[in-house]
């Protein structure tokens, strides 16, 4: 057992009650191969019946704090005790929850109060039977999470008696308008090493598309004022994000002795866990939504002894919208006289013409990267371009008229006698924008940037349309055709995405 001057004392164990272990210090096997996994507290911490239980968790959805915060929710901290105690609380972190948001999974990260088996358990059975229906178990994900035999098992048993996965599914049903799946994690550890080794497994799911549940109470069983305190401090050091200050705070909290402890936050591994996988992540912001313990609950309240609840949310901040870039027609007009003009000086005399900045107006004078395409008869006669957005959209046009014009290896130079039968298309290029899901990528809208190290391609939008690509074979010629990549290796690289603000001469 751990002393009291350890990061957390032996009192402190998960929760309510003692773990359990059984004979040989691992979880008793199952015995069904595929099984659902039916409720084990329908009945006692929430209603059986279907509808008793939909018309509470929409009352204490209407009546907890509003949402959704701005940005997109990537993670919330909410109770798992008997709905009466902590509903309310519960329903104010679920509320932050966007309904829309096309969420593919949600992982909840719960602790075991009954046995402890050093790892993370995850459920591959089969998929977990609610009274408002049956919530599917990704079991794809779930048998990749245990196949790390360092961090995981696929033992259910940790799983059939446990509530804090199972309290949490009938707001998730209430709240998520769009299809989910669920990846069900009960941690049976109280190692912080073991916690990042769990972290690190589930790092790269945690992504937008992805929202991550702790569920987790506070603290357990102290009187009412003295849990206030040690909730503010454990809530406080949560929503600094940092896995040391978290630990220092529960230390704080267990040096104190206040009078009948037993923890400050009962799934504090699954909250760690949680902190390591926000640990480095860009614009996370924690918010407490909610907070209350058992002894504000008029009917049941007693301040003598209590539970305290907590919601918090982790939310990744919307970047502020860059002003659009825009061409007006007088703009596109004159940047086809400039590459005109430049052609045929030079194709005619050898001379490119001298450029004044005062002639140019506010937009052509912005950097950007720009492309200039000319075409003969319909057929390419030549195509270079700048990506980079390192000097004016005026000069930019110019050099790139001039490049393709004598400088595309692929022809032979631009003569005098074919200047009459050749047009001129402009793709002038918005700012780059890096993505974190491909699925982002609107084929014939977008363009790609690959970079990975210093190899980097690029494909221009219309390129999807004119070969008629699929999204993997638009990023997988890129990676390969462009930046010299693996098939596919954009998979490893860092995928960006622009416009194209495409404009040419009239036909000749």
């Not at 204490?60 to 940005?71: E, N, R, S, V």
């Not at 769990?198 to 702790?214: E, G, R, S």
């Not at 009459?420 to 780059?432: A, G, M, N, W, Y």
Request: charge should be negative; include cysteine.
């Amino acid at each position: 057992m751990k002393g009291r001057n350890e990061i957390i004392s032996a009192s402190a164990l998960l929760g309510l009650v003692l773990f359990l272990v059984f004979p040989g210090g691992g979880l008793m096997k199952a015995q069904a191969t595929d099984q659902i996994r039916e409720p084990a507290v329908a009945g006692s911490f929430y209603p059986a019946d279907p509808g008793e239980l939909q018309r509470m968790v929409d009352a204490f959805l209407a009546a907890g704090k509003k949402g959704p915060l701005p940005g997109t929710l990537r993670a919330l901290v909410v109770p798992h005790a008997g709905y009466v105690f902590s509903g309310g609380v519960a329903a104010s972190g679920y509320n932050q929850v966007n309904p829309d948001h096309p969420y593919q999974r949600v992982f909840i990260l719960a602790s075991s109060h009954h046995l402890e088996f050093g790892k993370a358990s995850v459920y591959v059975r089969g998929d977990y039977r609610m009274p408002l229906g049956t919530v599917v178990v990704d079991r794809e994900v779930s048998a990749a999470l245990a196949k790390n035999r360092e961090f995981f098992t696929d033992d259910p048993e940790a799983h059939f008696q446990e509530h804090s996965v199972e309290v949490q599914l009938p707001f998730l049903q209430t709240v998520l308008r769009k299809p989910f799946k669920i990846v069900p994690i009960v941690l049976g550890t109280q190692e912080p090493s073991v916690c990042r080794g769990i972290a690190d497994a589930l790092k790269p799911y945690f992504t937008a598309d992805n929202l991550f549940v702790v569920s987790s109470d506070f603290s357990h069983y102290p009187a009412y004022e003295d849990a206030q305190k040690a909730d503010a401090a454990t809530a406080e050091a949560f929503c600094s994000g940092s896995p040391a200050r978290f630990l220092e705070a529960l230390q704080d909290n267990d040096r104190r002795r206040i009078p009948n402890l037993v923890t400050s936050m009962c799934a504090w591994p699954a909250g760690l866990t949680l902190l390591f996988l926000a640990e480095g992540t860009p614009g996370l912001k924690f918010t407490r939504i909610d907070f209350q313990n058992s002894g504000d609950i008029a009917t049941y309240g007693d301040k003598s002894r209590v539970v305290g609840y907590n919601a918090i949310a982790v939310s990744e901040e919307a970047a502020a919208a860059e002003p659009a870039f825009e061409l007006s027609a007088a703009d596109r007009t004159t940047l086809l006289r400039l590459a005109r003009q430049t052609i045929e000086s030079l194709v005619r005399t050898g001379d490119v013409p001298e450029l004044k900045p005062r002639d140019y107006g506010p937009a052509l004078t912005e950097k950007a990267g720009a492309f200039v395409t000319l075409r003969e008869n319909g057929e390419l006669r030549g195509c270079i371009g700048m990506f980079e957005p390192i000097m004016p959209l005026y000069e930019v046009v110019q050099q790139m008229a001039v490049a393709s014009s004598i400088k595309d290896t692929r022809f032979s130079p631009v003569r005098p006698g074919e200047l009459k039968d050749i047009q001129i298309e402009i793709s002038v290029l918005t700012p780059r924008r890096k993505i974190k899901d491909v699925r982002e990528i609107r084929l014939g809208k977008d363009g790609i940037y690959i970079q990975k190290g210093y190899q980097n391609g690029t494909f221009l939008p219309q390129v999807a349309t004119e070969t008629g690509w699929t999204l993997e074979e638009f990023l997988g010629h890129c990676a390969q055709d462009k930046a010299g990549l693996g098939w596919n290796e954009w998979k490893q690289a860092d995928v960006y995405v622009f416009e194209a603000i495409i404009f040419e001469e009239p036909a000749r």
